[in-house]
């Protein structure tokens, strides 16, 4: 049904919500969207979204190539810093990773869960080469990055399946695990562990651990991960690794209120 067909409330904004679902479109596509991919994204004619495409260029909100493909413009990261300053998660993982010098030559990223996709708010890189780029506001599925696992292991098996119950997303390498079962084998070894690993499964050839972030109320509210290339995973290091990451992921927790055990 058409924007239009809802005139109370919020569907009397029509435009807005087009907006709104175009701007999610070209954040989460893998190539910048033409015009016409736009228009059929949202369901309106090609007359339609040109005014709106043209709108949301003049406001910065999207950027238009020579080509003219679109991808996000400048205006969003203006709203995501005011957001992401508002975060005590975010200040708590920086100030954390500025005192501390104990993983200072892994690169160590930040995310929150958001749905079945892990969202990165932070990232402090380090100076060896992974062969992969995290992004702040980048997307991953949770089922196969560190800090997702890390922070599904907090939920409760009805839980895990209700969130997983559309179906398993594409695997991004041949070590990607292919369904519940095997994510469910990796939760019971995280609790025992205390800490997530994430085997090639976002990019092969690179290690990743993850440790969940608690709050006040003792539950996952993000996940912190270290990444390594696979020649330096010797299982002693990566056991102390993670019990320096987990250390970490305790005290940013601490932080927030959290009483980890």
């Known amino acids: 049904m058409d924007d239009d067909a809802h005139p109370s409330g919020g569907e009397s904004v029509p435009a807005l919500r087009r907006a709104v679902r175009i701007l999610d479109f070209v954040g989460a596509a893998e190539t910048e969207p ?6 059929r994204a949202v369901g309106i004619p090609k007359s339609t979204a040109h005014g709106l495409l043209a709108a949301m260029v003049d406001l910065g909100l999207l950027t238009r190539s020579n080509e003219g493909s679109f ?15 508002r ?20 690169t160590v990223t930040l995310t929150v869960l958001d749905g079945r996709e892990v969202v990165y708010l932070a990232c402090r890189n380090s100076d060896k080469p992974l062969g992969f780029t995290f992004r702040i506001g980048m997307r991953l599925p949770a089922e196969f990055t560190a800090t997702g696992k890390a922070q599904l292991e907090g939920l409760s098996n009805l839980e895990l399946e209700r969130l997983l119950e559309k179906g398993w997303p594409k695997p991004m390498t041949r070590t990607s695990i292919s369904g519940l079962a095997q ?30 972030i608690l ?6 509210v993000g996940g912190v991960a270290i990444s390594l290339m696979e020649s330096e995973a010797l299982p002693e290091v990566l056991e102390r690794l993670g019990r320096l990451l987990r250390r970490s992921a305790d005290t940013i927790s601490r932080r927030l209120g959290a009483n980890p055990a």
């Open 215 to 220: 709050d006040y109320s003792n539950k996952p």
């Open 87 to 106: 975060q005590d998660i975010v200040s708590e993982f920086q100030r954390h990773f500025m005192e501390s010098m104990d993983l200072a030559e892994h």
């Open 183 to 212: 994510l469910q084998t990796e939760l019971i070894e995280i609790r025992e562990r205390g800490y997530s690993i994430d085997n090639g499964q976002i990019r092969e050839g690179m290690i990743c651990l993850g440790a969940a």
């Open 34 to 39: 033409s015009s016409a991919d736009l228009a």
């Open 71 to 85: 991808r996000l413009g400048p205006h969003p990261m203006r709203w995501a810093n005011g957001f992401l300053a």
